[in-house]
């Protein structure tokens, strides 16, 4: 058997013929061989099959009518849109999140010398509102801070003067797909105890295009605000018995 498998290993080896042929592109010449169009790579996040042609179709139409763009798809359910400047491209991810079907299309930027299916599409970026947060807090500081733990902060949107408007937070964060959305996490400062209100995270508006209890286009339980295991009834009671948004040790921040 071993023979066997040292016969067939020497048949597949390059032989010095072969490496002689072996074409080596110098390096200087290697950008202007590329193409010159900016490419993103993209994915429809479901399990359920749909056509691609469709999606293209979609997409493209979908996309504002200044953007050009050429779609090809190079796999099952891996496609490629090509823009001819870096602004239309660059249009295209910070609007997003988009979808079809009510299912996700993640989007990632094709620029690295990589072939297409091994660039990860595991991240999305989302806009989410931070409610509840004491106007002093309204901050692009805690905004990160906030992001940070989400997942991934990207930016803050705010006003004109630099200074956040209304009465909640908008960040944009980058959340990994492959996990499940968090619906609960508990904020406070370093003074605090290790509970209190609770920190939703609720993306299901109809600007995200998803439906309830699905999570990312994979099915998943519906969606419920909760407290971690460790509260017990008596802690719970004494947190609702403070005063929202008067609390000095805690912060109660609900994301819609």
């Not at 074409?23 to 993209?42: A, C, D, M, P, Q």
């Not at 749909?50 to 504002?64: Q, Y």
């Not at 499940?180 to 609770?198: E, N, Q, S, T």
Request: glycine share 8%; proline share 5%.
């Amino acid at each position: 058997m071993e023979e066997f498998a040292s016969e067939f290993a020497a048949k597949l080896a390059l032989t010095e013929d072969d490496k002689q042929r072996e074409l080596v592109v110098e390096w200087g010449s290697v950008y202007s061989l590329r193409k010159t169009n900016f490419l993103l790579v993209g994915k429809l996040l479901t399990q359920k099959s749909f056509s691609g042609e469709m999606l293209m179709r979609t997409m493209t139409a979908l996309w504002p009518p200044k953007v050009k763009v050429l779609a090809s798809q190079l796999e099952e359910n891996l496609f490629m849109f090509s823009f001819p400047t870096n602004k239309e491209r660059s249009r295209i991810l910070s609007g997003g999140p988009w979808s079809f079907n009510r299912f996700i299309l993640v989007l990632a930027v094709a620029d690295d010398i990589v072939q297409p299916y091994k660039i990860l599409l595991v991240k999305q970026k989302f806009w989410v509102q931070i409610k509840g947060l004491p106007l002093v807090y309204m901050t692009k500081d805690i905004g990160k801070q906030i992001g940070e733990a989400l997942g991934g902060y990207a930016v803050s949107d705010h006003c004109k003067k630099g200074e956040h408007c209304g009465n909640y937070l908008r960040i944009r964060v980058g959340l990994d797909v492959r996990k499940p959305l968090r619906w609960c996490m508990p904020v406070h400062d370093d003074l605090a105890k290790p509970y209190g209100h609770w920190f939703q995270e609720d993306i299901s508006a109809l600007d995200y295009r998803r439906p309830t209890g699905w999570r990312f286009g994979l099915p998943s339980q519906p969606w419920s605000m909760c407290a971690p295991e460790a509260v017990g009834d008596d802690e719970m009671a004494e947190t609702a018995e403070s005063t929202f948004g008067q609390n000095d040790d805690e912060i109660r921040a609900d994301l819609d």
